[in-house]
């Protein structure tokens, strides 16, 4: 079963390095090495772990999760930089338009006031 940590992301397996526990498994935080306060903890079961035999596919290692946001983090810097290109583009179509109105309205007053 997922665990959710306190940040609402998905928790992930580690293996533990202490004397008291080696190699035990527990969920923590994906954020817990990148000073999130989050701090979520839990010892992954034995009949828990059982059930991940076989779904090893799923289950992924640190260095796949830092991959995946590397990659997460490119998409989402590229697409900050596309969207601020467009805003920019329909900022500059804002001011010209609003340009062209003045003009058209100055036009126009100076062609009845000369009436």
Known sequence: MDQVCFCG???????????????????????????????????????EYKGLDGAKGDVKTDAEIESDVVVLNHNLSWRMMSLEAEVKALRMQLYFGLIVVIVVVMIMFMFFSAK
């Open 9 to 47: 992301l998905k928790t992930v397996i580690k293996k533990s390095g202490t004397i008291e526990n080696p190699d035990r498994l527990f969920n923590a935080c994906p954020r817990c090495r990148k000073g999130s306060h989050c701090n979520h903890f839990r010892w992954v079961e034995d009949d």
